[in-house]
Nanobody
Framework: QVQLVESGGGSVQAGASLRLSCQASGLSFSSYHMGWFRQAPGKEREFVAAITRSGSGSRIYVADSLKGRFSISRDISKNTLYLQMNSLLPEDTALYYC??????????????????????WGQGTQVTVSS
């Protein structure tokens, strides 16, 4: 059974850090582009960060507004994707989702900034940042 399970969310004060994890199972983890998205109440789901499939030249993409505070990484041996979030702000409050898409060619395009490009989704983990 293919599954993505997020964890690590919680309620924190502004300025704190959190690390989200996404445990993948039932898929060849290294063959997928992996991404994080978030959705705040009343807003559309938005791109946070992505990492391309493993292999030569695996690349990382982070939303411009989050660069310097958020980073993405993956541990192939653990089939786990991470999102490190530092200096959290109240506006970071959202439900954070892990997503995956199989890309045999490893091709990356701006399409992958769009949540509709991803085929597999976790259930989300809530992050609440208070001022």
């Amino acid at each position: 059974q293919v599954q993505l399970v997020e964890s690590g969310g919680g309620s924190v004060q502004a300025g704190a850090s959190l690390r989200l994890s996404c445990q993948a199972s039932g898929l060849s983890f290294s063959s997928y582009h992996m991404g994080w998205f978030r959705q705040a109440p009343g807003k559309e789901r938005e791109f946070v960060a992505a990492i391309t499939r493993s292999g030569s030249g695996s690349r990382i993409y982070v939303a411009d507004s989050l660069k310097g505070r958020f980073s993405i990484s993956r541990d192939i041996s653990k089939n786990t994707l991470y999102l490190q979030m530092n200096s959290l702000l109240p506006e970071d409050t959202a439900l954070y989702y892990c997503a995956a898409v199989n890309t045999p060619s490893g091709y990356w395009s701006s399409t992958y900034y769009n949540d509709q490009a991803y085929r597999l989704w976790g259930q989300g983990t809530q992050v609440t940042v208070s001022s």
